[in-house]
């Protein structure tokens, strides 16, 4: 693996399935009555958080603490950030207080780039959602959700078909899952309205459309994209309902899908506009069981960025 | 007039033959063969080797100065220019306050001719603020001690049709030009780097060729059909050529300047996310170089003016969405421009000098700069060493910036010497201080 963990590009196919094993068999503590290892006992972990995300900060806090790292919540919210102090000199701040590791969000695209090859840091970089950018540890726990439905479990993802709907444009998570999904053999199709596709789609290692209910029947995961009904005002759709009623998931749409598909949801949801509620509950909505993968995943990511072996080797712990 | 006389020996003028020059008082009072010149109490300048060049005039400098002394201030840009090979620059309006009254643009002016190293011509604002709605008083600005001939707003683009015709009318009164920054405002808000495949890889907001290209095609028109004259700033994509191209042979009086940036750099550079490749309009693709580079090569345009736009460290040492657009330019631009145009074989010295020299003073109507290199011109010129590449240092640099794109880059070309009227600026490629004459 690489030293940070800034795109889903930086994993090839051996560094995914490292973390998504590594994450197997970390999913086996949370099982357990106590949920902790001495891993990461020492280490220093800063979420650093420019945006409000509280189930993202929590989730690699929960990560972090169940190694047994030191954990600084540092979020822009009542910082010195809001007094208009610069990434750099809060990047020198936490590099002054020793961070082993850097988990960073941020409203602005290529911020965690910035914060890995800038020198101001020693650390490691976890991006943990860049603006309209990437955000690769949920690229990774949806991979570790879909692996669990659809792949037994282990190896990757080959010949799996996911469709991934909404606001491909302004959507990191969605970048990020092309990457990673591409990398791990599964056949994508984004589904969005053209003017929710970013330029230059038709280079991505994916397929698009912008018809959803063509694409339902052979899916094996759907994957709804969060849709702020804002976007409407700048003309990217005509109006909420009509958005929802051409590219929204509800019943009728969720029972033209196969009986194994999932359905899958980066949250936060917009019940009503992307997705049904009766879809969100259903059965095969493994929505929740998402945020519980997400918490393997990055005590996997950062377990691998800071422990470095293998978790087997037992000379670590 | 200062009284140095100054015997240039074995000179190669464009590229030329070996000559020598003697500049006295303030012109090229001869011209000869090489190792015949002489002239008492003269001062020897050893151009064995060197290109001679008319002194470069740049049509599109911001010196930062009134209100951001901290990036720039006039003389501080005049040295950086002085260094470049230039003996003049148009100062652009987006100041603090805004040059869009007679008393900023001599106050512009008289900062520049205080500092003596190149002649300083402030560029005036179209409208109030550069705020697009209402003309400033170009006229003032046209009588004024600065004698304004180029009216831009830009940083902005004057995007109300009706304004953008009012302002080329007008300006024929005083044998003006409108120097437009071609960016439709909506298609562009929040842009971040050139709209394309690597926008949608990299998430940053796409700034597309064609808000660009609307503008031009529209203001031809207008140009058009008003019957004035229209000058088109940093033209950066291959369509924005082909629109002057077309517009030229029909006979519309326009012309356009490239940057030295867009001419080398691609958006490639971008997925660094590094700010200082982050300008306005943005760097963009290969097959854009290409065009921009033919584009000058045939004439469609008509000047490199190098958008220097010098910031202070704070404002690019962030991350990229916070970070200012635009890059340093004058020091490097000759040897841009000889590695992107010269060793391609687009264009030769005259072509250089054509490009970088008479046709900028032209279009901004500057007498008494971009002449020949003849007797009896006035002796603005530059020294040119083409087999000493320069290795670029942003610590190194005159301007009070760092910002430069090419940190570590070597570029083919060193400018030895400059003279502004006669008068050394640049001598063994080090500033030699400010005038006293004139």
């Known amino acids: 693996m690489k030293r940070h963990l800034l795109s889903a590009a930086d994993l090839d196919r051996d560094d995914a399935l490292l973390v998504l094993d590594t994450a197997a068999e970390l999913a086996q503590l949370t099982d357990r009555a106590v949920k902790k290892l001495p891993t990461l006992r020492g280490r220093t972990v800063v979420n650093l958080f420019f945006e409000d995300s509280t189930r993202t900060r929590i989730s690699f ?7 047994s790292a030191d954990v600084i919540n540092f979020s822009a919210k009542g910082s010195s950030v809001s007094k208009g102090e610069s990434l750099k000199d809060t990047a020198l701040t936490l590099e002054a207080m020793g961070a082993d590791a850097v988990v960073i969000r941020h409203g602005s695209s290529g911020a965690p780039h910035r914060l890995a090859h800038s020198g101001w840091i020693q650390g490691s970089v976890v991006n943990a959602g860049d603006g309209t950018h990437e955000h690769p540890t949920q690229a990774l726990l949806d991979a570790f959700t879909m692996r669990r439905h659809l792949a037994g479990g282990k190896g990757d993802l080959e010949g799996r078909k996911v469709t991934i709907v909404g606001d491909v444009l302004h959507s990191r998570v969605a970048r990020s899952n092309v990457l990673l999904l591409a990398t791990l053999g599964a056949e994508v199709t984004l589904v969005a309205p053209p003017t929710l596709l970013p330029v230059g789609v038709e280079t991505w290692p994916c397929a698009t459309s912008y018809d959803l209910d063509a694409h339902l029947k052979d899916a094996d995961a759907v994957m709804m994209l969060r849709v702020q009904r804002e976007r409407m005002n700048a003309a990217f759709f005509p109006s909420a309902r009509e958005y929802s009623r051409r590219y929204g998931l509800d019943a009728r749409r969720m029972a033209q899908l196969p009986d194994h598909a999932i359905v899958m949801h980066p949250g936060p949801m917009n019940r009503g506009m992307e997705i049904a509620a009766e879809v969100a509950d259903a059965p095969r909505s493994v929505i929740v069981e998402q945020v519980t993968n997400g918490v393997s995943v990055r005590m996997a990511v950062l377990y691998l960025l800071l422990g470095g072996a293998t978790l087997g080797d037992g000379s670590e712990a | 007039m200062s009284s140095d006389t100054y015997v240039i020996r074995h000179a190669r003028i464009l590229g030329g033959d070996p000559a020598d020059l003697v500049l006295r008082d303030g012109v090229i009072a001869v011209i000869t063969a090489a190792g015949a010149a002489s002239a008492e109490g003269a001062i020897e300048v050893d151009a064995a080797g060197l290109v001679a060049l ?18 720039e201030t006039v003389e501080s840009g005049s040295r950086a220019a002085a260094a470049g090979g230039f003996t003049a620059v148009f100062a652009m309006a987006n100041t603090d306050p805004v040059a869009d009254t007679a008393g900023t643009v001599e106050q512009v002016w008289r900062l520049g001719h205080e500092a003596g190293l190149v002649d300083v011509q402030p560029v005036g604002a179209v409208t109030i603020g550069l705020g697009g709605q209402q003309l400033a008083e170009l006229g003032a600005m046209a009588t004024s001690a600065a004698q304004v001939r180029v009216f831009s707003d830009d940083g902005r683009c004057v995007h109300d049709a009706v304004i953008m015709r009012r302002a080329l009318e007008y300006v024929k009164a005083f044998d003006g030009v409108v120097a437009q920054h071609a960016q439709e405002p909506r298609l562009t808000e929040d842009a971040q780097m050139n709209e394309s495949a690597l926008s949608g890889v990299l998430g940053l907001r796409g700034w597309p060729a064609v808000a660009e290209e609307a503008i031009i095609a529209r203001d031809v028109l207008l140009a058009e059909h008003v019957g004035s004259r229209l000058h088109v700033c940093h033209v950066s994509t291959a369509g924005s050529v082909d629109i002057i191209r077309a517009a030229k042979a029909r006979g519309v009086d326009v012309t356009a300047e490239v940057t030295p940036h867009h001419l080398l750099l691609t958006e490639e550079n971008v997925a660094s996310y590094d700010p200082v490749f982050k300008v306005n309009p943005p760097l963009r693709g290969a097959a854009d170089v290409e065009a921009l580079r033919a584009g000058l090569a045939d004439g469609t345009i008509d000047a490199v003016a190098t958008d220097h736009a010098p910031h202070p ?86 301007s009070r910036s760092h910002n430069t794109p090419y940190a570590g880059r070597t570029l083919p070309v060193t400018v030895v010497a400059t003279f502004l009227r006669g008068r050394a600026t640049v001598l063994d490629g080090a500033v030699v201080g400010a005038a006293v004459d004139a």
Request: charged share 25%; proline share 7%.
């Open chain 1, 61 to 67: 806090e929960a990560a972090a603490k169940r190694l």
């Open chain 2, 313 to 398: 460290v704070e404002d690019k040492d962030c991350e990229w969405s916070a970070a200012s657009m635009g890059m340093l330019g004058l020091e490097t631009a000759l040897g841009v421009v000889v590695e992107a145009m010269v060793e391609t074989g687009l264009l030769d010295w005259a072509g250089v000098a054509d490009r970088m020299s008479y046709r900028p003073a032209r279009i901004g109507r500057l007498d008494g700069h971009g002449r020949p290199v003849a007797v009896g011109e006035p002796a603005n010129l530059v020294l040119v060493d083409p087999a000493r590449p320069t290795t670029v240092d942003p610590h190194a640099l005159q």
């Open chain 2, 54 to 71: 008319p002194g470069l005039v740049d049509l599109h400098t911001h010196l930062r100065e009134p209100g951001r002394e901290d990036a």
